[in-house]
């Protein structure tokens, strides 16, 4: 008993470490979505989605999550959310740009 009870609270310290800041994540634009979509719209959208990059980058500012992830994982759960929440609000702004592209959006 006491060795699964060594196995497991190192275990459970791994995991509760990974990733302790929560990025605002973004979705991808859906066909049904582009399609109704209005030049306006669309750039009310462009403008939610630049301050979604802006929140990003603020959750990302050091504070005690960061040192918590540091301790849990070398910060290494924190950096791949950031990542990944960067990646997908950047695949969203070229949806976006290709969409006003495609409709013709003047630039407002």
Not at 4 to 24: D, E, S
Not at 60 to 77: A, C, E, P
């Amino acid at each position: 008993m006491e060795r699964k009870c060594v196995i497991a609270l190192p275990l459970i310290f791994l995991m509760v470490g990974c990733a302790t800041k929560q990025y605002p994540q973004t979705p991808m634009i859906s066909t049904e979505e582009a399609r109704l979509l209005d030049c306006k719209q669309i750039q009310q959208e462009i403008v939610k989605t630049k301050s979604i990059e802006m929140e990003i980058e603020r959750t990302g500012d050091f504070d005690g999550k960061t040192v918590l992830g540091v301790l849990g994982d070398l910060g290494i759960g924190n950096g791949i959310a950031k990542g990944d929440a960067r990646k997908k609000v950047a695949a969203r702004l070229t949806q976006l740009d290709a969409l006003k592209t495609a409709k013709q959006c003047p630039v407002f």
